[in-house]
């Protein structure tokens, strides 16, 4: 058995440490914790395995095509690997959600998000796993674009440690108890920072 965990981001060093690519972030994090590094390519992302004690094997994806294009990447690695849409996992940031909260998801709209809506197109549906990571909406006068790929600041770097923690938490659960429990623990109140 196979499962599929995916960060949106954009590649290369000026979208690094930005609010857009929490998802990269939180692959990174996990590899780290796992000893492996997201660094082999294949279909238009960079890859890494990782082998779970249950003997599961895990995928973890950083596309490379950018957040918009997300789907081209996706759709070759769910295909190349026969998943079933319950084995893939989708970790990205969400403009409408306060900075530090969670939401899981299963077969869900894009609401606004082009990386979800471009995986959406290229699977053909929208039956698969998303765990939804606030960054808050930008002031007001404030460009969206801009603040989605602004660094964080040091402040916020200290909740983005936190939020590496309980991403942590409830991906070990969708592994351990599988999606529905995940969704249950995530959109808790007790879960949220």
């Known amino acids: 058995m196979t499962k599929l965990l995916i960060g949106l981001g954009n590649p290369g060093k000026k979208y690094e440490a930005t609010r857009h690519n929490l998802g990269f972030i939180i692959i990174d994090a996990l590899a780290e914790g796992w000893g492996v590094n997201v660094s082999k390519a294949k279909f238009k992302g960079l890859y890494a395995e990782h082998f779970l004690e249950s003997g599961e094997k895990v995928v973890l994806l950083k596309p490379q095509t950018f957040m918009n294009l997300s789907g081209e990447s996706v759709q070759a690695w769910v295909n190349y690997l026969k998943l079933e849409s319950t084995d893939l996992l989708v970790i990205h940031d969400e403009l409408d959600l306060p900075f530090g909260r969670f939401k899981a998801q299963y077969a869900a709209g894009a609401a606004g998000n082009r990386g979800i809506q471009s995986i959406i197109q290229h699977l053909g549906h929208k039956k ?14 404030y460009d969206v674009s801009s603040y989605v790929l602004a660094k964080f600041s040091s402040a916020e770097e200290e909740i983005v440690s936190k939020i590496k923690e ?23 109140q007790d879960f949220q920072l």
Request: proline letters at 5%; glycine letters at 10%; aromatic letters at 8%.
């Open 128 to 141: 698969f796993c998303r765990l939804r990571l606030g960054i808050g909406r930008p002031p007001k006068g």
């Open 166 to 188: 309980k991403s942590t938490d409830a991906i070990d659960c969708y592994f351990k108890k599988g999606v529905d429990s995940m969704l249950q623990m995530v959109n808790s």
